[in-house]
């Protein structure tokens, strides 16, 4: 295969590989760079990804993406930091019936039927939107210099803290 990107995701695990390597947004799929939250579509983001096999037998792929990727706030339409590192654990198996029925003794397994080929870039592209804040905001708009960001994901206390403030 004359594409790094592309791995046979069984063999890649069985045989413990690991493959490093970089994308600019612009570079994947139109659902990452179209999306409205991103500020600058040539931020780049970092991906590892380690193969293996947990005790269970099953063969996994561990994957960490991480970036500084400008987000727009949601509240003023300006650009803020945002930056992840997220990593996960997918498992591997070879059909869907063993899939379905491991995610249901499972409840946190994040898993996927292994194909032949497997183009890290859909992997990269699917933690990238799930690391993506529900509703980034600067938790002081126009202050975003000196003021802290919000980074993370809503907790309900902010939630309820927005609502209170916008009575
Ligand atoms: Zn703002």
Not at 53 to 65: A, E, H, M
Not at 100 to 116: H, P, R
Request: proline share 5%; glycine share 8%.
């Amino acid at each position: 295969m004359s594409d790094l990107n592309l791995i046979d995701p069984a063999a890649f695990a069985a045989e413990k590989q690991s493959l490093q390597g970089r994308f600019l947004l612009s570079q994947l799929d139109e659902r990452v760079w179209s999306h409205e939250y991103f500020a600058d579509k040539q931020a780049e983001v970092l991906f590892t990804l380690q193969g293996g096999q947990d005790r269970l037998g099953r063969l996994f792929l561990d994957l960490g993406v991480t970036g500084s990727v400008p987000l727009v706030c949601q509240r003023c339409m300006q650009p803020m930091p945002f930056d992840f590192n997220e990593t996960g654990r997918i498992v591997l198996f070879g059909d869907e019936a063993g899939l379905d029925e491991a995610m249901l003794s499972d409840d946190d397994l994040e898993g996927m039927v292994a194909e032949e080929t497997l183009d890290v870039r859909t992997l990269v592209e699917d933690q990238i939107l799930m690391a993506l804040p529900f509703s980034p905001r600067h938790e002081n708009c126009g202050n975003a210099a000196v003021g802290e960001v919000n980074r993370d994901k809503p907790n309900p206390f902010a939630v309820l803290a927005g609502l209170k403030s916008s009575r």
